[in-house]
């Protein structure tokens, strides 16, 4: 059974920092591009960052510089550094997994969620 599993959430004052790990099993996610996205209150699911299995990433504009995705192919984990946090990134986060071949571009593979609250 594939599963994601987020952790390292919590509250955090603005300006604090905090790194999200998203642990795989049931099968190598090394050939696969690992994203976060985020979902805050009342808003859609956006994305947050994404990684390549060749190492090239991708930010949404309002995190560049603060936030960085990085992955260890021989732990199966991603995880999301967030530096700087402001309340405006208060928001349920996820990670997923995309396909490969022909669905190496559509997020099959979702976790739960961890919760990041950001006071001002």
């Known amino acids: 059974q594939v599963q994601l599993v987020e952790s390292g959430g919590g509250l955090v004052q603005a300006g604090g920092s905090l790194r999200l790990s998203c642990a795989a099993s049931?099968?190598?996610?090394?050939?696969?591009?690992m994203g976060w996205f985020r979902r805050a209150p009342g808003k859609e699911r956006e994305f947050v960052a994404a990684a390549s299995s060749d190492g090239i990433t991708s930010y949404r504009d309002s995190v560049k510089g603060r936030f960085t995705i990085s992955r260890d192919n021989a732990k199966n984990t991603a995880y999301l550094q967030m530096n700087s946090l402001k309340p405006e990134d208060t928001a349920v986060y996820s990670c997923?997994?995309?396909?490969?071949?022909?669905?190496?571009?559509?997020?099959?593979?979702w976790g739960q969620g961890t919760q990041v609250t950001v006071s001002s």
């Open positions: 997923a997994a995309t396909g490969v071949g022909a669905t190496k571009y559509i997020y099959n593979y």
């Open positions: 049931g099968r190598s996610f090394s050939s696969n591009t």
